[in-house]
């Protein structure tokens, strides 16, 4: 049903025959047919978790009152039936029959005139059925219509969506850094998806993020948000050792998914690196520079925190674009035959080699070669032209 956890995929090196033979868990365990919660207990010792759906459902019931509703239920109906069976000699399906509607209170005929005894047993039988059924239909109805069950459905609606998407961003964490990183995606129209554990912090953004709740250190979880078919990963976790753990795990199920990871001690950069991240992001560092550099170079600084990818019309926004977009047709071309300046407005400040080789404001004469990309810089209504002209 659901996907295992890591103790629950050893559990047949230490389980019982009966825990390992059950098909309605695809063959994981038989706790789905063990008779009262106590085995349930016991089976947590085996290395059976909870992240077994049929474990956790029979634990769900036999932990709330809709056992108890159900027991009466059944109570209820067999004293009834008993009742006009061995009281009353009546046959088997006329007692059935007899106890149904006595308990539904459809208001049909009875077989036959009642005796004195049997009016009282049928009234007593009436009003217990009445109490009883009253309070399973609430228990029931609480349960079906409780938080919990509406929020599975929810879930179930935004699991659909996240297993349709391709090559989107995994964003671990939805703290001050992954709620930035989300900003701007949601900018720039990029797909996404944010782990998140906070059940507050979910219930607040679910309307505007795509959430998969639980914890992004779990293979699990990883796969829920659709890790093996991502093209990044942000791990934004406030923990450097859970950083570490999700980006090693996250390069072992996609060799090819790119890895940015924020980092809070410095000792932590070259083992994120080792582990598989291609960017290693240090916000503490990051802000000593930028106050420093607003002390040395302050009308540098502030020119350049008006650069971004999105923004108001006072900014300064900077785009790239790749080859297979500013020459569609495939044939290679000298930045001046392009004349994007002419065209979109957009100056042309960068431009990066196939060999992934920076060259800072480049000459006229360059030509673009394939696998290639272009980096430019201007005010928002240029950097729309340019989206139009070359449907970025």
Partial sequence: ????????????????????????????????????????????????????????????????????ALLLLVLVFFMGVLGFKFGYDYEWIDAVYMTVITITTVGFGELHPLSTSEKIFTSV????????VGYSIKVISEYILSNNNIGNLRQKKVQKKINTLENHIVVCGYGRNGKQAVQKLQAYNQPFVVIEEDEEVIERFQDEVLFVSGNAVDDDILMLAGIEKADTLICALPSDADNLFIVLSARQMNSKLK???RAAQETSYKKLKLAGADNVIM???????HMASLVVVPDLVEFLDNLTVSGEQDSINVEQIAFDKICSDGKE???NDLDLRK??????????????????????STIIAKDSKLILI???????????LYNV
């Fill in 333 to 335: 071309r000298a930045i």
């Fill in 259 to 261: 890895i940015i990871s």
């Fill in 125 to 132: 039988l009436i009003l217990s059925s009445i109490f009883i």
């Fill in 283 to 289: 916000p503490a560092k990051i802000g000593g520079d």
């Fill in 1 to 68: 049903m659901f996907a295992p956890s890591r103790s629950i995929r050893h559990a047949s090196k230490k389980c019982t025959f009966v825990f390992y033979l059950c098909f309605f868990c695809n063959g994981r365990c038989g706790i789905c047919h063990l008779p009262n919660a106590s085995i349930l207990v016991e089976a947590e010792r085996y290395g059976v978790c909870e992240t077994n759906f049929s474990i956790r459902f029979m634990k769900k019931i036999l932990s709330t009152s809709i056992l108890e």
């Fill in 343 to 364: 065209k979109t407005g957009c100056s042309i400040i960068g431009y990066k080699n196939p060999g992934g080789e920076y060259i800072v404001n480049p000459e006229p």
């Fill in 378 to 388: 201007g005010r928002p209504h240029q950097i729309e032209n340019l989206k139009e």
